[in-house]
T-cell receptor
Framework: GENVEQHPSTLSVQEGDSAVIKCTYSDSASNYFPWYKQELGKGPQLIIDIRSNVGEKKDQRIAVTLNKTAKHFSLHITETQPEDSAVYFCAAAIREYKLSFGAGTTVTVRA | DAGVTQSPTHLIKTRGQQVTLRCSPISGHKSVSWYQQVLGQGPQFIFQYYEKEERGRGNFPDRFSARQFPNYSSELNVNALLLGDSALYLC????WGEGNQPQHFGDGTRLSIL
């Protein structure tokens, strides 16, 4: 099955700086790559997703890049704010309903 | 509009007992998936149901079962509970089970086994 590795496991950034989280996946048939944000006591919230026919996607301060040849994808958060502090998960899927998640990155934005 | 709703929010059981968790998808969504999230890890896929039929199953024992009702709500059942079943159980819904349909998660049911 699909195996997703995520780095780093923790990330501390100064408010206003950028944060980058990287993931690799094993199954070259994967074609859907969502990112979720999970706050304490809440379920994962979809923040952005990308499909295999697209190399980059941006939504305001959040962007995701995909390199299918190298089988890795990344999340970029610019101008970080305290409310960006949360656990972020990458995932990969061949079919959208069967997501394989990374282990998560705990992001702390220092004011 | 209401998101994915799950009940109960918390549950405490003892080893060997059975538990039923409930999920109501977003209005209009016909597909429901279940995930198990152990503390400090990412969610793991358990089941997907679409139009009341099981479409996919993860690497979980037969003690785990689920079903989907005509109104697209779903129940997850776990029999003969083990200490290792302690986790956050998440339900996710999407419009349908095929095509490019993102999954939206509920806030989960926290299950503790004593």
């Amino acid at each position: 099955g699909e195996n997703v590795e995520q780095h780093p496991s923790t990330l501390s950034v100064q408010e206003g700086d950028s944060a980058v989280i990287k993931c690799t996946y094993s199954d070259s048939a994967s074609n859907y790559f969502p990112w979720y944000k999970q706050e304490l006591g809440k379920g994962p919230q979809l923040i952005i997703d990308i499909r295999s026919n697209v190399g980059e996607k941006k939504d305001q301060r959040i962007a995701v890049t995909l390199n299918k040849t190298a089988k890795h994808f990344s999340l970029h958060i610019t101008e970080t704010q305290p409310e960006d502090s949360a656990v972020y998960f990458c995932a990969a899927a061949i079919r959208e309903y069967k997501l394989s998640f990374g282990a998560g990155t705990t992001v702390t934005v220092r004011a | 509009d209401a998101g994915v709703t799950q009940s109960p929010t918390h549950l405490i059981k003892t080893r060997g007992q059975q538990v039923t968790l409930r999920c109501s998808p977003i209005s209009g969504h016909k597909s429901v998936s279940w995930y198990q999230q152990v503390l400090g890890q990412g969610p793991q896929f358990i089941f997907q149901y679409y139009e009341k039929e099981e479409r996919g199953r993860g690497n979980f024992p037969d003690r785990f079962s689920a079903r989907q009702f005509p109104n697209y709500s779903s129940e997850l059942n776990v029999n003969a509970l083990l200490l290792g079943d302690s986790a956050l159980y998440l339900c996710a819904s999407s419009l349908w089970g095929e095509g490019n349909q993102p999954q939206h998660f509920g806030d989960g049911t926290r299950l503790s086994i004593l």
